[in-house]
């Protein structure tokens, strides 16, 4: 057995290299194809990051009446905290409220000494609540209409911002959508573009897999092979496509980071260097060796 | 050794390549197959290697039933054979060493007995100092000499010949016969299909002519006679 394998893979290479215009070939469609997948792979980077980046900007306030005790506000606020639903709750005192109102106003006269006049703070306490998904807030929204923390609200902010937020939401749901059928789809056609180059080359070499059967090769002498081929191919194009890639992403990452704020795909794709080679190469030699292995089948009858 | 028992070979109704053939061939026999193109030769020999089925008959090869040999056993009986073919088949992208030593590797066999064969049987065949040449890099007579010496380096019980001088000159084509008549003499069945008069003329060996797809003659020092 170990003779056989060793004897598959000198085959496999040495056909590889003997055949090097065809395994040049192959080797650049396979290329192709996994650009097209490493590109979706960082094109759903940059759409997770540019949703997450619109998300972080969307949450709800509670605001409570000025009766309303700190702890009273502080025990809803660990009410809320343990919802599913709730990423985090910041609270705002009366106190730091005006703080953050003096220095929204700083530069405006009448409204500093409209706030001195006033003498007291007129300002609310308030929470503002982050959900993990936008249409989560509908939920949260339900929860504050609850009577027992109903009794303390002043105003909700969901209910005035909820149609954009409802959009917001929806935009983001058909995105995500959207961007997981693309991938399908693309990495079908990835998929097929490969199988086809693969079934040309083997094709190109039926003749030659006859006179092997004539011989009186086994299948797996056969088809070996080609599988290994697949293998080397689809190692090749992964390792390739990302040495390509290197260079294109650190040119793209400046000018990517002006449009998704605090995204680096860059860096992204240096740390995850590894996992990226692996899916690449799981979709390279995966495709390529399946490729193989059907396209050399259909020469193996007799 | 090899028997023919009743074997038709039907396409269609219109198509009949075979029409009750029955013949046995002894082992260390040397027969020649011949007939007009279209006789039905290389159905004959494409059956007899598993390349085709039978529509009804059986045939035997030693301990095989050829006809009912399926996809994964048949690579275990053609190393029984060894196969000579009118168009060479050699592997493009091997030299003249790679493709003889082939047949043994496919056969299992351990790399230092090929590097013992191979030389002998390259050397046999008179192609010693051509063995890193690659098929393209051949003449016909070579190309042929190195499916011979493919065909018979894991010594098989039978040499199936089918048109081996097609494509040659008369000065390969002599050449070719008398390695083959070489090669029956040191005891190995030798079968061969041929539409070459002068060589069938000239072997003095069992002859069996078909026609239209049926036996018309079995002779043993037979000769090339088609009414």
């Known amino acids: 057995m170990i003779t056989k394998l060793s004897r598959i893979i000198h085959f496999g290479l040495q056909n590889f290299w003997r055949n090097g215009l065809l395994s040049t070939g192959t080797v650049a469609i396979t290329l192709l194809a996994l650009m097209v997948s490493l590109g979706l792979l960082l094109f759903g980077v940059v759409t997770d990051a540019a949703i997450a980046s619109v998300q972080d900007k969307i949450d709800i306030s509670v605001y409570f009446k000025t009766s309303t005790s700190e702890d009273q506000v502080l025990s809803i606020k660990q009410v809320l905290e343990a919802l599913p639903e709730v990423k985090n709750v910041d609270y705002v005192s009366r106190d730091q409220a005006m703080e953050i109102f003096k220095t929204e106003h700083q530069g405006d006269e009448s409204i500093s000494q409209a706030i001195n006049i006033l003498g007291s703070n007129p300002l609310e306490a308030y929470l503002n609540i982050r959900a993990h998904r936008p249409d989560q807030y509908a939920l949260i929204d339900e929860n504050l209409k609850n009577p027992s923390i109903g009794q303390y609200v002043s105003s909700r902010s969901y209910s005035e911002n909820q149609l954009v937020i409802d959009r917001l939401s929806r935009i983001i749901s058909n995105v995500n959508l959207g961007g997981f059928a693309l991938t399908i789809i693309l990495a079908l056609v990835a998929g097929l573009i490969v199988y086809n180059t693969i079934r040309l080359a083997i094709y190109s070499g039926r003749d030659e897999i006859g006179i092997m059967r004539a011989v009186g090769a086994s299948n797996f002498l056969v088809r070996g092979p080609f599988m290994v081929d697949g293998i080397l191919t689809g190692t090749l194009a992964a390792v390739l496509s990302l040495i390509i890639a290197a260079p294109v992403l650190s040119f793209l990452s400046s000018k990517l980071g002006g449009f998704v704020p605090g995204l680096n795909i860059f860096q992204y794709f240096y740390t995850h260097i590894f996992g990226l080679l692996g899916l690449q190469l799981l979709f390279g030699v995966g495709v390529c060796t399946i490729s193989s292995f059907l396209a050399a089948r259909r020469y193996l009858k007799n | ?227």
Do not use: C, W
């Open chain 2, 1 to 227: 050794m090899i028997a023919f028992q009743n074997v038709f070979k039907i396409y269609n109704s219109h198509s009949v390549a075979l029409e009750d053939i029955a013949f046995q061939v002894s082992p260390g026999e040397f027969i020649s197959l011949v007939g007009r193109s279209g006789a039905g030769k290389s159905t004959v020999i494409r059956l007899l290697i598993g390349e085709e089925k039978p529509t009804k008959g059986r045939i035997f090869f030693g301990q095989y039933e050829v006809n009912k040999l399926t996809d994964r056993e048949l690579p275990a009986f053609r190393r029984h054979v060894g196969v000579v073919f009118q168009d060479f088949r050699l592997l493009p992208m091997k030299s003249a060493y790679e493709n003889v030593a082939f047949a043994l590797e496919v056969a299992g066999r351990p790399q230092r007995e090929i590097s013992d064969l191979v030389p002998q049987v390259l050397d046999m065949v008179g192609l010693g100092d051509k063995g890193k040449n690659f098929p393209h890099e051949l003449s016909g007579g070579e190309k042929q000499r190195v499916a011979i010496a493919r065909a018979m380096v894991h010594r098989p019980e039978v040499i199936i010949a089918d048109e081996p001088t097609g494509n040659l000159d008369p000065f390969h084509t002599m050449e070719i016969i008398n390695l083959l008549l070489k090669i029956n003499q040191l005891g190995t069945t030798l079968v061969l299909a041929t539409h070459n008069k002068d060589i069938v003329n000239g072997l003095n060996k069992r002859v069996i002519t078909l026609d239209h797809g049926r036996i018309i003659r079995d002779e043993e020092k037979g000769k090339y006679i088609l009414v």
